[in-house]
């Protein structure tokens, strides 16, 4: 490139020099190629290199097959359907979260199991913590009255959400993705994959709200960090942040108000201010008890990092103006954008 | 090339440095860059997860200031980038909740009909400014320095807006750092979380995460970092101190906004770029080290 670049290219740089796109792996190789292939053994944690022999339309799951045909016949790893259905074979191809038989080889590939989950043997993870997370989720349907009748008052809108929760396979790319997951016992986040489990029934308006409640404080869901990583590896493209998490922290905000702390700290904030002004915010959130750190709060002082006097003395501006007109009316608008429900 | 700017919260409040630094660089780059004085913030990650059809509202209302004076909108931050792309995309898919909008706009006489281009800074590089005249402007290339890219999340992520299969082949950012001099080094934390968006609540996840991302820039021989966003800037430089008592570590790596870094290769001081209100010193002999 030398010139202006079109408007919306800049944003995809690097997807054709890296060829980022599913159609264009397979291009990736000539007949006769061989695939380098490296697989984390448990019994040592080191990785075990293989040659492949390159078929076309390789997967990930053909070359592991070649491997325990092959080289490695004590190779663990699970499989069942090959087909993106059972969810049982997914391993971090690269450093990414896949499904060994829905994902082209590459040329040089590192095959490692799961994070976040025990590794039992080899690529093989124990599914356990999350099957007792959503179990203790309570992930079904209870109705708070009976059955109103044929036809049932349920649209598409309504179900907008669940329905893409319902395309979960319970693969746990999303749950190995997820950085909060990641460390371990710090939060009581309950990660992508339960929130998924859970969202299929609890975005259902038909489900009893004491129960979804219930159900809800017990995720820890406003530890979710809205970074995407789970939304990128889904198999099944469910936009895990947009039409799952962010609806369950919607319903949380609504049933378990002490949860949203944060989020109805910012709405007050940006109301009163029509913009956030951190310290405000902060205050808001965690009450006095973040002065205590003094050192700090001189340390951001002195660069100028914090503004005592602006957050002290609010003034009405344009933009708060505007901010108050659009906030100001009441209660959060819930979680349906076009609510059709009564 | 006008645009309608829009600097968001953090560069009004924690990272008033940016906002410095981005009308000093435009200046350079000559681009007139046009206040938008009664634009609300976008929301964060909050409002929109509990109040969307105020969320998209004032993201709406954002594009329809823009609409008004005819200009394409930049802005400085990723989640406002990705916040005000969402709203647009919302808008455009559901005419309900457009209609919805638009009736509350037109009590301040205001309209959105879908026209505005949203652009962040670092897209109206490549752009508007395009590769070949930025080559042409940069009056002291950052030969030598060492600068690993912080992406962030909201500027590659999710899929359904910006397409990547896997968002680690961004390459805007190394790219950039090259036609400026720079020697970009590789490192885990390229377009990782910093955390930011649960900080406000509970700092510990941000601490944590960043101080990896830090680490892994330092092993990989990082002498500093750039970042196309004040919130990730916010955990990377004011929260450093923290990350460094956590890490039991020292990691002293200073944290460069991108137009700072641009600024820097335009010539500009680095008083003039207000590198002095970061909380981790920038020193400028690093770049003929």
């Known amino acids: 490139m030398s010139g202006t670049l079109p408007h919306g290219e800049a944003r995809r740089l690097g997807q054709s020099e890296r060829q980022d796109t599913l159609q264009s792996r397979n291009s990736r190789f000539a007949p006769g190629d061989t695939i380098t292939v490296r697989v984390r053994r448990s019994d040592d944690g080191q990785l075990a290199e293989f040659r492949v022999p390159y078929r076309k339309w390789m997967r990930v799951l053909d070359a592991l097959n070649w491997i325990a045909e092959n080289g490695a016949p004590d190779l663990a790893y699970r499989w069942f359907c090959g087909s993106k259905m059972c969810g049982t074979c997914a391993v971090r191809m690269n450093g990414r979260e896949v499904l060994a038989c829905w994902e082209a080889v590459e040329p040089d590939m590192t095959i490692e199991p799961l994070r976040n989950l025990p590794v039992i043997r080899d690529l093989v993870v124990d599914r356990g913590p999350f099957e007792r997370k959503v179990e203790a989720l309570e992930p079904w349907l209870d109705r708070a009255t009976p059955y109103s009748g044929f036809p049932e008052p349920l649209s598409h809108k309504d179900m907008k959400n669940a329905s893409k929760a319902l395309d979960c396979i319970g693969c746990m790319c999303c749950y190995s993705a997820c950085p909060v997951i990641g460390l371990g016992d710090l939060t009581d986040f309950a990660g992508p994959a339960p929130l998924v489990q859970l969202g299929q029934t609890a975005l259902d308006p038909r489900n009893d709200s004491a129960k979804v409640a219930r159900s809800l404080s017990l995720t820890g869901i406003f530890n979710c960090v809205s970074c995407y990583k789970c939304e990128e590896v889904c198999p099944a493209s469910i936009p895990i942040v947009t039409q799952v998490i962010e609806p369950l922290k919607a319903k949380a905000a609504a049933l378990v108000p002490a949860m949203a702390k944060h989020s109805t700290a910012l709405r007050a904030t940006i109301a009163a201010r029509g913009y956030v002004d951190p310290t405000a915010l902060v205050l808001r959130v965690r009450g006095l008890a973040a002065l205590l750190d003094l050192p700090r709060a001189l340390r951001l002082l002195v660069r100028g990092k914090i503004d005592p006097i602006k957050t002290a003395f609010r003034r009405k501006t344009p933009a708060s103006a505007a901010a108050a007109r659009v906030l100001g009316q009441g209660r959060p608008s819930g979680d349906q954008p076009s609510g059709d429900r009564p | ?289």
Not at chain 2, 77 to 101: G, K, Q, S
Not at chain 2, 158 to 169: E, G, I, L, T
């Open chain 2, 1 to 289: 090339m006008k645009f309608a700017y829009y600097p968001g919260c953090s560069a009004r409040s924690t990272c008033a440095e940016l906002n410095e630094a981005t009308h000093k660089v435009a200046a350079g780059l000559g681009l007139d860059l046009v206040q938008i004085d009664s634009a609300t913030c976008t929301g964060a990650r909050e409002l929109r997860a509990i109040d969307p059809v105020n969320f998209y509202t004032l993201n709406v209302r954002i594009l329809a200031l823009a609409e008004r004076e005819g200009l394409p909108l930049m802005t400085i931050c990723n989640t406002c980038t990705l916040n005000v792309l969402d709203a647009h995309a919302a808008f455009m898919d559901d005419p309900e909740l457009a209609a919805t909008i638009n009736a509350r706009l037109a009590d301040e006489g205001l309209h959105y009909s879908g026209r505005t281009r949203i652009s962040h800074f670092l897209w109206v590089l490549y752009e508007d400014i395009g590769e070949e005249r930025l080559r042409a402007l940069v009056r002291r290339p950052l030969t030598g320095l060492t600068v690993a890219a912080f992406y962030g999340c909201h500027i590659t992520r999710p899929p359904q807006r910006y397409k990547f299969v896997d968002s680690r082949n961004n390459t805007a950012l190394e790219h950039l750092a090259k036609i400026l001099g720079c020697r970009p080094i590789d490192y885990s934390g390229r377009t990782e979380c910093c955390g930011f968006h649960t900080a406000a609540h509970d700092e510990r996840i941000a601490i944590k995460l960043t101080g990896q991302h830090i680490q892994s820039a330092k092993a990989n021989g990082a002498q500093t970092m750039v970042t196309p966003c004040p919130l990730c800037h916010t955990v990377l430089d004011s929260f450093q101190h923290e990350i460094e008592k956590d890490m039991g570590e020292k990691l002293d790596m200073p944290i460069l906004h991108l137009p700072q870094l641009v600024g820097l290769a335009l010539g500009l001081s680095p008083e003039e770029l207000r590198l002095d209100r970061h909380m981790i010193a920038f020193d400028p002999r690093m770049e003929t080290a």
